[in-house]
Each structure stands twice: as C-alpha cells, then as structure tokens.
C-alpha cells in the first residue's frame, strides 16, 4: 500500500517536518519590576509533555532553569543551541537583542497547552486564580504580559530559595501542582501528538515499506509548501508562530 500523500495531517492542516512546531522569537526587554531580581526577560514555566529547543539568531543572554538539581543559568549568544527535557523550569534573560527560532516537540504542543507559569503556591492551587493569573487583557495585551512576568518571577524566586535551602520537595510540589491544572487538557494534548508527530511517524515507515516494495508512487505527490508567520504575544517575548502551511505559489 503506498503511503498517503505527504502533507495530509487529519484534523488539521500540513504538519512540519517531524510534527514539530517553529516559532521566532524576540525575548522580552522590559525592565525588572522594583524589587525584583533586576533581570530583563520572560515568564519563567515548565512543560510537562515535551522538549524545546532554542538556536540563536542573535542578541545575548541566558537561560535560567531549575529542576531537582537545583539552579543553573546558561548563557546564551548567536549561534548557540540549547534544549531541555520537560520538568525543566526554565526562565529567558534578555543581555541585549535576545532573539531565537525555538523548536517545539508535538506539533507545537509547549506553546498549545503543555506550560505552566511559575506563580505563587496560593495561584496555583486555585484554577480561577490561575486562569486569570495567565490570561492576556485583549484591550491591554502588554500590560497584562507584564504582570503575568513579575507573579511568575516571584513564584520562580520561592522556588528557587526553596531548592537554595536543600528543599527539593518544591520541584515536586510544583509538578503536583501542575498535573492538576492541566489535566483536564490531556485529551486534546494526544490528539495534537496523534495527528504530528505520531501521523509523521507512520507515514515515514509506510514510505519505507513502499520503497522496499518498489514502490514509490509516493513521490509523485511531492510538492512546496510556505507557511506565514502570526504574531502573539508569548510567555517569553514577541512571538512568531509558523502554524499553518500552504502551498507555495509558483514562480511566473
């Protein structure tokens, strides 16, 4: 049976290769509140499902994470890449023109659901809270961006003098926390992984198997596709999300 055409993605449109998701990036630079840390940058957060990477296009900065391990900061400048398994807390600081392409696992899963924001224990046990904690004013969209950033700073401080002290029941109490916000997203988080990266999977061994077999009816479906980035407002900065595709036009 020859493997169905290359850019059919049930449910949705063309995937990216592998059921990535691609964003660019252009990492907050507005000043620390008073009386915070006094680092520029974004929303500090963990992803419970999936991997992300970040290759630098230009700028300086770091990386700020927290896991069992307790704190790290990496640092970050043009031509590096860095990724981190899911559990990793991780906080971008913007030196000077921080900007990155991030790579998102799970056809973009880190950026539709699979984050939680690093607010206090009070907001996190609470679903209404957190909910209006993380959620942008359409009518003053950077406003609430910021705020957003500094109840998440300072959940990320607690969680990191917690960690400082000896006290690795805060990362688990965090994942704890976590899990119950997003549980109830669970189901739609496997269908977007049913319909990328798992779709892209089995189409990749029915070309395999086709090939093995001689045939390769496959190919005649080959085609170019372009995909137009839609601005957002991210956790982390100015977002460029790559979401859809669509074929290219011809040249005349």
């Known amino acids: ?35 915070s840390d006094g680092f520029c940058g974004g929303s500090p957060h963990m992803h419970l499902a999936c991997a992300e ?22 640092p970050l400048g043009e031509g590096d890449l860095l990724w981190f398994a899911p559990g990793t807390v991780h906080r971008l600081v913007n030196d000077g023109d921080l900007r990155l392409v991030v790579i998102m696992q799970n056809a973009g899963l880190p950026e539709a659901g699979d ?8 907001v996190l046990a609470d ?17 609430s961006a910021r705020k957003r950033r ?3 700073v300072a959940g990320f401080t607690e969680l990191r ?3 400082d002290a ?14 119950r916000l997003v549980s109830a997203g669970l189901p739609a988080w496997r269908t977007r992984f ?19 077999a001689g045939d390769t009816s496959h190919l005649m479906s080959a085609e170019v596709l372009r995909s137009e980035p839609a601005p957002a407002w991210g956790m982390c900065g100015h977002l460029e999300k790559f979401e859809t595709t669509e074929p290219a036009a011809k040249p005349e």
């Open 1 to 35: 049976m020859s493997p169905e055409p290359e850019t059919t993605r049930p449910g949705g449109p063309p995937s990216l290769p592998g059921g990535v998701g691609l964003s660019r990036l252009r990492v907050y630079d507005w000043p620390a509140a008073p009386g």
């Open 194 to 212: 049913e319909q990328g990266p798992a779709a892209d999977v089995a189409r990749t061994a029915a070309r395999l198997d086709a090939l093995e």
């Open 161 to 163: 003098e917690r960690l």
């Open 150 to 152: 500094e109840l998440a």
């Open 53 to 74: 990477a970040y290759a630098v296009t230009g700028g300086s900065g770091a990386v700020q994470t927290l896991t069992t391990d307790g704190f790290a900061s990496h």
């Open 127 to 143: 679903p209404t809270a957190y909910a209006r904690a993380v959620t942008l004013d359409p009518a003053d969209p950077e406003g």
């Open 166 to 179: 000896g006290d690795v029941s805060a990362m688990t109490d965090f994942h704890a926390a976590a899990l």
């Open 115 to 122: 984050a939680v924001l690093t607010f206090p224990p009070d």
